[in-house]
């Protein structure tokens, strides 16, 4: 069984461009995280799915921070314009409810230059 | 921060010695994991105690839980060199969260 799949695994832009992750959670998983991780801290969550809602973006820096669940199954997270403090690794993780074993996938490490 | 606290912040020992780290969450629980982070690497998911439970194990991992003092702890016995890693807590709380510490970062010597 495929795990979570998360494209690119490596990205490096110019502070102002925009940038786009996706993410391929387990079939059948309900929820779906997008997590952001600084170097040498645990993962911060931006936003939260069940299913295609947005049920948490509360962390989620909505001025320049979009994402999306299409159908309620893969997400894309968009940066635009990006800034040189949101470098840093992006985790998705899904899990088949809110708050049971979560499954991450590799993360897309971007370096803001 | 929404975030808890680990305790300590790093770890070192020799192979074959037990590691035990500590958590404090803020808010209440439905449940408290634990994952481990390879360098580089996504997390993986170790063990899930529930909120109504004490004492958990799985192989050569405790874990114990005391909600009265927005506590838990996991113990590694007989520690390897494999596993040398980050560990972190996440506080699963009733809203349907996922809220992480900071991590513990273990270095196991051989």
């Known amino acids: 069984e495929a795990g979570v799949v998360q494209s690119p695994r490596y990205k490096i832009i110019e502070k102002k461009q925009p940038v786009a992750f996706w993410c391929n959670p387990i079939?059948?998983?309900?929820?779906l995280y997008w997590y952001r991780q600084n170097l040498g801290q645990g993962p911060e969550l931006l936003i939260r799915y069940e299913n295609e809602e947005a049920v948490d973006d509360s962390q989620l820096p909505k001025d320049r921070f979009s994402a999306e669940r299409l159908k309620g199954v893969d997400s894309t997270l968009k940066i635009q314009p990006a800034e040189l403090g949101d470098s840093a690794v992006y985790l998705c993780a899904s899990s088949p409810f809110g708050n049971t074993e979560a499954f991450f996938g590799q993360g897309t490490r971007l370096t803001v230059v | 921060s929404q975030q808890g606290e680990e305790d300590p912040q790093a770890l070192s020992i020799q192979e074959g010695e037990n590691a035990t780290m500590n958590c404090s969450y803020k808010?209440?629980?439905?449940?408290l994991q634990w994952y481990r982070q390879n360098s580089g690497r996504g997390l993986v998911h170790l063990i899930l105690?529930?909120?109504?439970?004490r004492e958990k194990h799985s192989g050569r991992l405790r874990v114990t839980l005391d909600t009265s003092k927005k506590s838990s702890s996991l113990l590694i016995t007989a520690s390897r060199a494999a596993d040398t890693a980050s560990y972190f807590c996440a506080n699963g709380n009733q809203g349907g969260k996922l809220i992480f510490g900071q991590g513990t970062e273990l270095s196991v010597k051989p």
């Open positions: 808010t209440s629980i439905n449940n």
């Open positions: 105690i529930r909120s109504n439970e």
């Open positions: 079939s059948g998983h309900n929820t």
